[in-house]
């Protein structure tokens, strides 16, 4: 299956004098023009996934193989902007000359809707556009996966709302293949095609939501029904 595979991944930390198993044996599919969620509370070991499977840091042991080259870019909770670029240049940031197409990054820019804020800053967008700015500089990168840290936690409701659809879109209309991290049960049901519940360092059970192409309704009977099991297996 085209993706990525996780066989048997440990991690461990040293804290304090003692060693801390974040990662337990961990057995993942994650597939390829889809979104996967990482959904758990603070602590379990999802973020720890996410920067193995970004190769920001390595596995103690197991093995974790895609199916071909590979490219992944990042987007965080911060935007990490450079505040003294404008939204073009951070955009372009990290790509080498010859890998700035205009035509392309403009599009890109006016696919996140910041048609217009090209040569605006960070000081003067608000936090939903610049995390569409963040977006969009990883989607320049043409990455086969981006790896998503709970980037929207920081935001209000609506704003959050309004850019939860807008990944949505972005992911259907250009078959992007993400990695998304959340503790928000909400936001792993509103986004994910897979959803992966994690505790204590394990994978407790996958979740499958078919892919669609409208706004999913939270208080229907069937994701009512499904947001009541993911709680009960995450005990809360």
Known sequence: MAGIECKNIHKTYPVDE???H???GIDLHIPEKSITVILGRSGCGKTTLLRLVGDLEKPDS????????HKTAFVFQESRLMPWLNVWDNVIFGLKKQEVKKETIQGIIDTVGLKGFEKA???QL???MQQRAAIARALA????????????????YFTRDQMQKELLRLQQSRGASILFVTHSIDEALLLGHKIVVIEDGVV???FFIKTDSGVRDLLSTVFIDLKREI???LDL
């Open 126 to 128: 608000s936090g939903g």
């Open 121 to 123: 800053y960070p000081h």
């Open 22 to 24: 974040v990662l337990k």
């Open 231 to 233: 709680i009960n297996e």
């Open 18 to 20: 003692r060693t801390l």
């Open 141 to 156: 990168y043409e990455p086969s996966f981006i790896m998503m840290d709970e980037p929207f936690a920081a935001l209000d």
């Open 62 to 69: 197991g093995e974790i193989h895609f199916d071909a080259e």
């Open 204 to 206: 407790k059970r996958e």
